[in-house]
């Protein structure tokens, strides 16, 4: 059954990111710390894992069919340039399609519609194009806007040990907190993070 979880690195005060956009430079520290290389389709995109954090991003890879993310970060990647790095068709919640979207042959779907509905209807979306396979939804907003449909059954946590002080949390202003999670579920040490997974429980 089709699985709908979010992930991101996230430091220890809970941002995943810093003040105006800053810290990713520690918060992704573990995608270079190691000696196995990990390509993704696009080759100027070439992380070096340790073991452990190669065998949790293949993981990822091999159990995700499709993507939901916000306008935001679809804009900061500039789409990815028609290719998400994990090679998986992306849903994009946003009010406007952007200029020169949809583009042909680049596996991108809008969804315009606002509030519930709108998230409702790019699960649903990202469901389908996923397969059998699990549908992962962008950290921060998204993923905030699904747990609060109900719509989110896993949190994925790739845990660094930095203080940011500040920036984008994780989740924020949740209309049905709290929220109780099972776990950690799975646990995995890797260098300069740890990688954690739970599962939502609904009341």
Known sequence: MTRVYTGGSMSLDGYISGPEETGFDKLFKWYENGDVTVETTHPELTFHLTEVSATHWRRIIAETGALVV???LFD???GWGGNHPMG???VVVTHSVP???PREGAPFHFVTEGGTEGIERAV??????AGDKNVCVNAGT???QCLDARLL????IDLVPVLLGGGTPFFTDLKGAPYEL???????EGKDVTHLRYRVRYA
């Open 153 to 156: 059954d896993e949190v994925g």
């Open 142 to 144: 998204i993923a905030r």
């Open 88 to 90: 998986v068709p992306v």
């Open 70 to 72: 916000g306008l935001k």
């Open 182 to 188: 099972e776990g950690p579920v799975s646990t995995a």
């Open 99 to 101: 200029d020169g979207w």
């Open 124 to 129: 649903g979306l990202a469901r389908e194009l």
């Open 76 to 78: 900061i990647t500039q």
